[in-house]
C-alpha cells in the first residue's frame, strides 16, 4: 500500500448495511424526516429477515426504549442512527430485542436488534430499516455506494473526512 | 441568557422527529446557543444524538437556555418550535 493509498483509507469511513434486503435510496425513504435529510443523509434497506447488526466498530450512543432505534458513534465521530420501520415508536417496543446497550462497544457485524416483521406489518407500519448519518453536515462528502440490494456487511455508505 | 421551561404534551414525546426538527432549528443559528435540560442532563439542541438520549417523554419538563447574541429571537423561536411540535 502506498502512502497515498493509506492516506485515501484514513480519510474514508464505509459503513456497512445493517441487514439486508433492496437498498431505497434516501428521496423513496416514506417518513418525510429521513426523505428530507432532516436527520442527516439517510438510506433505507427494505429487511429480508427481521435482524439487524453493527454497520460499523462504534459505542452505542442512544437506544430508545421501544428499542426500534438505536444510535452508534464511531472513534471518528460518526454518528449513525438506525431507525427500524416506519412509525414504529407507537408500537411501544412490542416485537422488537435488543442485544446491546447504551455506552456497550460493539464490532461491525455484531447483532444489535431484532424485531418480527410481521408485527410491524400488522401494525400497518412500512418495515424498512433507515440508516442515517445524523451528522453529516460536519463531513466532506456521505454518499451511497450500494446498489440495488445490499447483503448485511458490504459496504452502503461513504463518509469523506 | 433566556430560559424557559417546558412540560411535553406530545404522546411519544421528543423522538426521531421531532428531535430532527429542533437540532435543525439550533444548528441555524450559529452565534446562538440552545441547550436542553432533562433533570441532571444538559445537551446542546444541535447535537441530535444526544438531543434523542435525553428520551424525553410526555409529561417530562425540561429547561430550555438560549445564550448568544440573538437569544432573544432565537428564544422565541425555539419556544414557538415547542408550542407547535411538542
Do not use: W
Amino acid at each position: 500500500m502506498g502512502i497515498f493509498d493509506r492516506f485515501k483509507k484514513e480519510k474514508k469511513l464505509t459503513i456497512a448495511a445493517c441487514t439486508s434486503g433492496a437498498v431505497v435510496k434516501m428521496e423513496d425513504i416514506p417518513d418525510p424526516a429521513f426523505s428530507q435529510g432532516i436527520l442527516g443523509f439517510a438510506c433505507g434497506i427494505e429487511p429480508k429477515y427481521g435482524k439487524i447488526f453493527a454497520p460499523v466498530d462504534g459505542i452505542v450512543t442512544q437506544l430508545s426504549e421501544t428499542l426500534h432505534a438505536i444510535g452508534l458513534e464511531t472513534a471518528e465521530g460518526v454518528e449513525i442512527l438506525i431507525h427500524i420501520g416506519v412509525d414504529t415508536i407507537d408500537m411501544q417496543g412490542d416485537g422488537f430485542s435488543a442485544m446491546a446497550e447504551i455506552g456497550d462497544t460493539v464490532k461491525c457485524g455484531q447483532m444489535l436488534i431484532t424485531m418480527e416483521l410481521d408485527k410491524i406489518r400488522a401494525a400497518g407500519h412500512p418495515t424498512v430499516v433507515v440508516t442515517a448519518v445524523t451528522n453529516s453536515d460536519d463531513f466532506v462528502g456521505v454518499t451511497l455506494t450500494a446498489d440495488e440490494t445490499a447483503e448485511v456487511g458490504a459496504p452502503l455508505i461513504d463518509v469523506m473526512r | 441568557m433566556q430560559t424557559f421551561k417546558y412540560k411535553i404534551n406530545d404522546p411519544l414525546g421528543i423522538h426521531a422527529r421531532p428531535a430532527g426538527l429542533l437540532a435543525k432549528l439550533a444548528k441555524a443559528y450559529a452565534d446562538t446557543t440552545v441547550s436542553l435540560t432533562k433533570g441532571e442532563n444538559t445537551v446542546k439542541a444541535s447535537q441530535l444524538m444526544k438531543l434523542m438520549s435525553l428520551a424525553i417523554k410526555q409529561g417530562d419538563e425540561v429547561t430550555v437556555t438560549v445564550e448568544g447574541e440573538r437569544e432573544a429571537e432565537v428564544a422565541e423561536a425555539v419556544l414557538d418550535f415547542f408550542e407547535k411540535n411538542l
